[in-house]
Structures are given as structure tokens and as C-alpha cells.
């Protein structure tokens, strides 16, 4: 059975930091690309931060470049994503998503955490 499943989620001070964690189970990890979207009441969802298989490579949103790092664990089929220097634009639904190196239908979704920024 597939899961991820995100924690780590909560409020936040803007300014502060949070790290959301996303644990795989029930597929091989390490051939699934990883990433992190978000999405905010209203708004569509968006792509927050993509990191190859591998980890070797990473991509980031226009919003949350040089703010925001993503990394995984191949041995822990865990993805990260370090938030810090949050804004009140970063509250939203964050959801960990993983698409195989294989097949673009294959994919899944994690049932999201609520991240809140605001003092």
C-alpha cells in the first residue's frame, strides 16, 4: 500500500522556520522524483520545490527561492523541505507528491499539512 504522509506542518512566525517532512512506504523511493506543492485557500495549487531521484538536482519557485531548501533521505524514503524567513503568503496546504523516473502515470499524493504563518 502506498502512503506518504507529511508532518511538520503548524503555525509559523513570520520570519521563523519550519520543516516539513514527507515518509514514503510501499514503493521504491529512490526512483521517484520528489515535490512539495502548496495550495491556498482560493488559489490553485502550485509547484513549491522538485528534487530529482537522485537528489542531485533541485528546482525551486520564483516565491520561495533562496527561503525555502529541499532534500531527501533515500535510506529514510523521506523528503524534506526546510521553510525559513516565512511571509503570511506562505500559508497554505503543503502537500508531498512523487512522480517515478519511469512513467509520468505514475504518481502519488500525500493528504497534505496545514502551514500557517502569522504572529
Known amino acids: 500500500q502506498v502512503q506518504l504522509v507529511e508532518s511538520g506542518g503548524g503555525l509559523g512566525q513570520p520570519g521563523g522556520s519550519l520543516r516539513l517532512s514527507c515518509a514514503a512506504s510501499?514503493?521504491?523511493?529512490?526512483?521517484?522524483?520528489m515535490r512539495w506543492y502548496r495550495q491556498a485557500p482560493g488559489k490553485e495549487r502550485e509547484l513549491v520545490a522538485h528534487?530529482?531521484?537522485?537528489?542531485?538536482?533541485?528546482n525551486y519557485a520564483d516565491s520561495v527561492k533562496g527561503r525555502f531548501t529541499i532534500s531527501r533521505d533515500n535510506a529514510k524514503n523521506t523528503v524534506y523541505l526546510q521553510m525559513n524567513s516565512l511571509e503570511p503568503e506562505d500559508t497554505a496546504v503543503y502537500y508531498c507528491?512523487?512522480?517515478?523516473?519511469?512513467?509520468?502515470?505514475?504518481?502519488?499524493w500525500g493528504q497534505g499539512t496545514q502551514v500557517t504563518v502569522s504572529s
Open positions: 510501499g514503493f521504491t523511493f529512490s526512483h521517484y522524483a
Open positions: 507528491y512523487a512522480l517515478s523516473d519511469f512513467s509520468l502515470k505514475d504518481d502519488y
Open positions: 528534487i530529482t531521484s537522485t537528489g542531485g538536482s533541485t
